[in-house]
T-cell receptor, first 117, second 112 residues
């Protein structure tokens, strides 16, 4: 149980393109989802906390207009990287927590590798 | 100083050996402790989840938490080449809104 699906797994696109990444909880509902960024050989860096039906909470230094987050349902959160540039190239990972079980761990998707040319 | 310290490795062991991993932390508010395994180009996979101090065993994995020393460990018995991955410790407090603080990860190589 507690499967999180992330799509797409790999994106290669030109500079200036906007890219949308989807994060779905397949077998549970998730009031809260998280978006992370991971650079090679480094740990995960939290970008934002996504709450269903409300605005996301962004970590310090993360541009909310650059990384748009929408959490419209209890099973889906999306991250849109707007007007992406080469420096946005990274591994983006989402996670979700089972609704009503705030003492439970985060379950992670398999990540999206974004490459901006 | 980082809130959670973890030796980056690599930690190289022969197949069948015990892998010993640990993290130290400074925030006494941490109450929930997790170990994740991450293969290259994949998301982290939850291995162990513990609350407060104590031991927890699941198959070949044993997690230990010593809150008095602010030290957590993960032991992998009878290690296999498929255990070669990066292991991340993570922790949070009760009032953290589920936000995790991660260690930097330890890369483990199990040689056949």
């Amino acid at each position: 149980g507690a499967v999180v699906s992330q799509h797409p797994s790999r994106v290669i696109c030109k500079s200036g393109t906007s890219v949308k990444i989807e994060c779905r909880s397949l077998d549970f509902q998730a009031t809260t989802m998280f978006w992370y960024r991971q650079f090679p050989k480094q740990s995960l860096m939290l970008m934002a906390t996504s709450n269903e039906g409300s605005k996301a909470t962004y970590e310090q230094g993360v541009e909310k207009d650059k990384f748009l987050i929408n959490h419209a349902s209890l099973t889906l959160s999306t991250l849109t990287v707007t007007s992406a540039h080469p420096e946005d190239s990274s591994f983006y990972i989402c996670s979700a927590v089972v609704s009503g079980s705030e003492d439970q761990p985060q379950h992670f998707g398999d990540g999206t590798r974004l490459s901006i040319l | 100083q980082k809130e959670v310290e973890q030796d980056p490795g690599p930690l190289s062991v022969p197949e069948g050996a015990i892998v010993s991993l640990n993290c130290t932390y400074s925030n006494s508010a941490f109450q929930y402790f997790m170990w994740y395994r991450q293969y290259s180009r994949k998301g982290p996979e939850l291995l162990m989840y513990t609350y407060s101090s104590g031991n927890k065993e699941d198959g070949r994995f044993t997690a230990q938490v010593d809150k008095s020393s602010k030290y957590i460990s993960l032991f992998i018995r009878d290690s296999q080449p498929s255990d070669s991955a990066t292991y991340l410790c993570a922790m949070r407090g009760i009032a953290a809104g589920n936000k995790l603080t991660f260690g930097g990860g330890t890369r483990v190589l199990v040689k056949p």
